[in-house]
């Protein structure tokens, strides 16, 4: 069983589109296993995305996933992380194949509705940052 992380983001939050999401996730197979719905701090954001520090993106990305509220989203399945990035679709809503998160949701490759983690390694790394270890 691999676990990984899905945030449902501000524009998907604000949308009312998070049940939709959530029941596409579990339809593709997954379990959640912890889930909540945070307003993230700016030190918080900084600390998740601390990879990207220094990219030009790294602020406005900060702005934006501080905008509103985000739901985590712990998932387990076997291929969860291969999984989940193909129920996103591509980063690029408009590059997004029909039927993903992303293209129905996302509205441009800032607000894509949806954050998926990228390895096996970071979906452990990610869930803990939400949810500590002491919740599974």
């Not at 602020?59 to 387990?76: Q, R």
Request: glycine share 8%; proline share 4%; charged share 25%.
């Amino acid at each position: 069983m691999e676990r990984t992380l899905l945030i449902i983001k501000p524009d998907a939050v604000k949308a009312s589109r998070s049940g939709e999401i959530l029941k596409m996730v579990v339809d593709a197979g997954f379990e959640v296993i912890a889930m909540r719905m945070t307003l993230l701090t700016r030190e918080q954001a900084a600390k998740f995305y601390a990879i990207h520090e220094g990219k030009p993106f790294f602020n406005p990305l900060l702005d934006y996933m501080t905008s509103g509220k985000v739901i985590p989203v712990a998932l387990e399945r076997e291929n969860a992380v291969t999984k989940l990035r193909e129920v996103l679709g591509a980063t690029d809503p408009a590059k997004a194949a029909p039927g993903t998160i992303r293209a129905l949701f996302g509205t441009n490759i800032e607000h894509n509705a949806g954050h998926g983690s990228d390895s096996v390694e970071n979906g452990r790394i990610e869930t803990a940052f939400f949810f500590g270890e002491m919740e599974f």
